[in-house]
């Protein structure tokens, strides 16, 4: 059984950096194909990703957030870290992480299989 | 940057299909994944790669793509059924996943 489960601060600051760890079981980011994406929901709002690393340590980043963000991973571990700079109250949101898989057809794509419950964060003074 | 856009909401009778649209540019030549997220939850996938189903998602649920618009079709809704539902890309030209702005469902 696959599960994941995001873990950080309820609560940072704004200009502070703000760490989240996804840890997973049921999977090894070790094996092909296998990745880690981050992706966060304001209040009320849509859907935004954040950053995916993959299994032979490629990493992807939103281009918006570029800047202020880094994923590592520790595959001993089973777990991913993802940081970002800089945070802001615009950040307050809901912070999930969730296993991407590569389907092959013709064609690679990777898509969210299974998604940790999320972690809240609040940026405020 | 590429775009996705969703009606903001789809009202359906029990029993009867809803149809979920997801507008971008070329959509037809991308995999598109269907992502159904119920209140206080985590999303689920229901639809990856324009047409397959997610593991333990009924038939009813069915997904297409061409041209400009993919298309999740859920047939004789149930009131379980209402969710917000998000579509996805990858966008190879950013090298970044897309979210669609969202449609809400809702089962009257």
């Known amino acids: 059984q696959v599960t994941l489960r995001e873990s950080g601060p309820a609560l940072v600051k704004p200009t502070q950096t703000l760490t989240l760890t996804c840890s997973f079981s049921?999977?090894?980011?070790?094996?092909?194909?296998?990745?880690v994406s981050w992706i966060r929901q304001p209040p009320g709002k849509a859907l935004e990703w954040l950053a995916r690393?993959?299994?032979?340590?490629?990493?992807h980043y939103s281009t918006s957030l570029k800047t202020s963000l880094t994923i590592s991973k520790d595959t001993s571990k089973n777990q991913v870290v993802l940081t970002m700079t800089n945070m802001d109250p615009v950040d307050t949101g809901t912070y999930f992480c969730?296993?991407?898989?590569?389907?092959?057809?013709?064609?690679?794509?990777?898509?969210?299989?299974?998604w940790g419950k999320g972690t809240t964060v609040t940026v405020s003074s | 940057s590429y775009v996705l856009t969703q009606p903001p909401s789809v009202s359906v009778a029990p029993g009867k299909t809803a149809r979920i649209t997801c507008g971008g540019n070329n959509i037809g030549s991308k995999s598109v994944h269907w992502y159904q997220q119920k209140p206080g939850q985590a999303p689920a996938v229901v639809i990856y790669?324009?047409?397959d189903r997610a593991s333990g998602i009924p038939e009813r649920f069915s997904g297409s793509n061409s041209g400009s618009t993919a298309t999740l079709t859920i047939s004789r809704v149930e009131a379980g059924d209402e969710a917000d539902y998000y579509c996805?890309?990858?966008?190879?030209?950013?090298?970044?996943?897309?979210f669609g702005t969202g449609t809400k469902v809702t089962v009257l």
């Open positions: 996805q890309v990858w966008d190879s030209s950013s090298d970044h996943y897309v």
């Open positions: 049921g999977f090894s980011l070790s094996t092909s194909g296998m990745c």
């Open positions: 790669d324009s047409g």
């Open positions: 690393i993959d299994w032979d340590d490629d990493k």
């Open positions: 969730a296993r991407t898989r590569r389907g092959e057809r013709a064609y690679f794509y990777y898509y969210m299989d299974v």
